[in-house]
């Protein structure tokens, strides 16, 4: 009983921590004062002027592209990658192949910035949304590499063994009866993905160019003149977008279990 009351208050005190700051960004978006330490009244005010920012929606618009494209291309990658490496790599070479995939989640952004742009440089490419995708869709495909092997290791080889014995190809058998099994895991990857691209900073720094920018850079810019409550609107609505998401994907997920 004392466990169960102990883990209980752990627990809140946890969420507590997590959502008292979104509360007070939430809060003070309402706040007419510039300053967004300072409550001075509640207003609508820079939601006005956040509707009228033009180049805030095309930083949010090009994040949203961004972290789009990088995890469809991440999902893409790493899903064929770790169906191909389960089935016909060899452990010691899979291994070592497996550690130098997942590399890009353990080395420090600010590495991997400077290593995508000296990458760029040699290339010649200019920076811009083209070296945003590659330089996101490249530290992304771990995420959707991990998540789907491990689903691999649990599946059943014998589905797999029945279908090459009535005649399916490789690529058959994967599209009917691999893939179907490891989708939960490719949506799981390809949401982390999106998150983790739609929310990055430091690398993009090095790679966005002078013309292209996305939503994180812009704000991350703001703290050197101040963060107005027009900040605060845009995570709030962002913040609301993403709980109408989950409410849904929660309804939809209880249907398909009373179907």
């Known amino acids: 009983m004392k466990k169960k009351r102990f883990f209980a208050v752990y627990l809140i005190f946890i969420l507590i921590i997590i959502y008292i700051p979104i509360f007070l960004v939430i809060i003070y978006s309402f706040n007419q004062s510039r300053l967004s330490s300072l409550w001075s009244g509640f207003s609508l005010h820079w939601y006005r002027e956040l509707l009228r920012d033009r180049s805030m929606f095309e930083a949010l618009q090009n994040s949203l592209i961004l ?4 995890s469809i291309l991440s999902a893409i990658i790493g899903t064929l990658g770790a169906s191909g490496m389960a089935r016909r ?3 010691v070479a899979g291994k070592t192949i497996e550690y130098i995939s997942i590399l890009p989640i353990m080395t420090p952004e600010i590495i991997l910035g400077m290593i995508f742009l000296a990458f760029f ?7 811009g949304m083209i070296t945003l995708v590659i330089a996101h869709t490249a530290f992304c495909i771990p995420y959707v590499y991990l998540l ?12 797999l063994e029945a279908a090459r014995i009535m005649g399916a190809t490789d690529m058959r058998a994967f599209y009917d009866i691999t893939l179907p099994l490891v989708l939960s895991a490719v949506i799981s990857g390809m949401l982390i993905a999106f998150a983790m691209s739609f929310d990055d900073v430091i690398i993009s720094v090095f790679v966005a160019g002078v013309h292209t920018n996305t939503l994180p850079m812009k704000i991350y810019s703001q703290i050197k003149t101040g963060v107005t409550p027009k900040t605060n609107a845009m ?7 993403t709980v109408i ?3 849904i994907a929660a309804a939809l997920a209880r249907k398909n279990k009373k179907n």
């Open 67 to 70: 972290a789009s494209l990088s």
């Open 89 to 91: 790599t060899p452990k």
């Open 245 to 247: 998401l989950c409410l």
């Open 148 to 159: 789907v092997k491990a689903r691999l290791a649990g599946l059943d080889k014998s589905y």
């Open 235 to 241: 995570c709030t609505l962002i913040f609301i977008m």
């Open 121 to 127: 440089t040699f290339l010649s490419l200019p920076a």
